[in-house]
């Protein structure tokens, strides 16, 4: 059986749009998901990260979370038949705030997979404070607890598969640690990209303030260098065939372009054809 992605739907988050596309609009408020993933087909469900804490929260950071009763971990779960305990992995593309924050409500028999570097730089004090301390506390916890924590080092070891059908790979990108969780569908390869790409339309369909053919514009916030970021883009783009962010739809990529957006599985229904830019007359 082809695996498959559910969109888990865990609220929104006001905040400064800059953040979002460097440059872009700045000083003014956006509203953006905040989308966990459902990987369906195996031998036991997997999580792609686990979404903000609480709203109040998100206030440390100057942003506003909208998070309600529907969209609770648990309720988005059952949508799928599923309950917190049948959970297998929870795997994390980065720590940030909005990412690991409802870890708290598995139990300790379902592992938590983080690439080693990322937790390092929970705890480094590197963009303080989008790591909140009741989220890596409770990572602390399940690293003394046997089996409830694993750490990959895929800077070094390269692509890691945790099941078949689902590869881990380091992104190089957004966050030291962040990673990229690869997943084989019946219609190619699927990526759920975390924060490499907050916004699609703006950082790759139409760049904003980039005029180079294919070339993508960065995120506001990253820890590492412009070109890294740039290239971690191109290279979601030639390798996938959907990409899953977690602030933005699900796009479908042919031949390095975006051509449609989804919804809240993959595959699926394409609900919006993209046209592809034209850099030269015709």
């Known amino acids: 059986m082809a695996l498959e992605i559910k969109v888990l739907d865990y609220g929104d988050i ?9 440059g872009r609009n700045c000083g003014i408020r956006a509203r953006v998901y905040t989308y966990g993933f459902l990987i369906l087909g195996g ?4 999580v792609v990260d686990t979404g903000f804490r609480d709203n109040a929260i998100m ?3 100057g942003m506003r979370g909208l998070q ?4 609770m971990i648990e309720n988005q779960l059952a949508r799928h038949g599923v309950k917190p305990g049948d959970v297998r992995y929870i795997c994390h593309t980065h720590l940030h705030i909005d990412h690991a924050g409802k870890d708290d409500h598995f139990p300790m028999n379902t592992t938590v997979v983080i690439n080693r570097r990322e937790m390092e730089c929970s705890v480094s004090g590197l963009m303080h404070p989008q790591y909140p301390k009741p989220d890596i506390m409770h990572l ?14 895929l800077e070094l070891s390269g692509p890691v598969e945790l099941i078949p059908g689902v590869v881990l790979e380091a992104a190089n990108a957004h966050t030291e640690g962040s990673m990229n969780v690869h997943v084989e ?7 759920i990209c975390g924060d490499v790409i907050y916004d699609i339309q703006n950082q790759i369909v139409e760049p904003f303030h980039q005029i180079q053919a ?43 372009q975006i051509v449609g957006r989804l919804d809240m599985a993959v595959p699926g229904p394409v609900s919006q054809t993209v046209h592809r830019r034209n850099w030269f007359p015709v």
């Open 14 to 22: 006001e905040l400064e749009s800059s953040f979002l596309v460097l």
């Open 43 to 46: 031998q036991y469900p997997i």
């Open 59 to 61: 206030e440390t950071l």
């Open 68 to 71: 309600f009763h529907e969209q």
């Open 140 to 153: 602390v916890e399940r690293l003394h607890t046997p089996g409830a924590l694993r750490f990959e080092d």
């Open 185 to 191: 569908t019946a219609e190619g390869r699927a990526t």
């Open 214 to 256: 294919n070339e993508p514009q960065v995120t506001g916030n990253h820890a590492g260098s412009k070109r890294s970021e740039k290239a971690a883009i191109k290279k979601l783009l030639n390798g996938s065939r959907f990409l899953l962010p977690v602030h933005d739809k699900p796009a479908k990529v042919e031949n390095g």
